[in-house]
């Protein structure tokens, strides 16, 4: 899947993808990680979620990564925010109080800018990516995370014949086969959404259910 596809989404508007509310399921297992105040948290291929202004508010550092210009922008504007910015290899920064957002490609990050990283929010990124860029993502983004590191891992599950991704289906076994040593997960919550999502259904979709996963590097 090329970035030129996602590019293309948000320049038409073709982002059904994105949420008007802070996503339930962040709010209710996030604090459960019990992360210090003033820590550092990730979150890759953010878009505008509203999930990075709720992390800020519960006193992190939140540190997003995007391809889109477009996306970067809006989630200012739209929060009445004028951030600094200023370039550098990884991109174009963008920072306006605890919220930094890197216009840039995730999987170039490196391991001395992700140093001080101590959680990872994962809802709309690794579904986002098909199947043969999973562990390249897994390679890169996780592979470059402190030991210590935490987070929440958001999924879908629906039968991948019934509908084309993204989102794509990522189901329990594959989680725990990306995920094996050295990082360690545990499923926290599997639930039915079929009925909160109208869209999978008109596609033909017969079954979606959404998973939470807790994930530490040991």
């Known amino acids: 899947m090329h970035p030129e596809f996602w590019l293309q989404r948000w320049q038409d508007g073709q982002i059904g993808f994105h949420q008007a509310d802070v996503m339930p399921l962040l709010q209710k297992h996030w604090p459960s990680l019990e992360l210090p105040a003033g820590s ?73 800018l992700l140093a001080d990283v101590v959680g990872v929010y994962d809802r709309a990124a690794l579904i986002a990516l098909p199947p043969q860029l999973r562990q390249h993502y897994r390679d890169t983004v996780y592979a470059r995370l402190p030991q210590g590191c935490q987070g929440v891992l958001i999924t879908l599950e629906y039968p991948q014949d019934e509908k084309q991704g993204p989102p794509f289906s990522v189901e329990q076994p594959e989680v725990e086969a990306l995920f094996a040593a050295p990082w360690q997960v545990g499923l926290l919550e599997r639930r039915d959404i079929l009925d909160q999502q109208p869209d999978f259904r008109a596609q033909g979709v017969s079954a979606l259910w959404t998973s939470v996963y807790q994930l530490r590097r040991g």
């Open 40 to 112: 550092r948290v990730l979150v890759p291929l953010c878009g505008k979620t509203l999930d990075m202004h709720w992390l800020a508010a519960q006193g992190h550092r939140v540190l997003g990564v995007e391809l889109s210009s477009l996306a970067v922008e809006q989630f200012f504007s739209e929060a009445g925010l004028t951030p600094q910015r200023h370039r550098s290899a990884f991109g174009e920064h963008y920072i306006a109080g605890p919220i930094e957002i890197i216009c840039g490609d995730a999987f170039a990050l490196d391991a001395e």
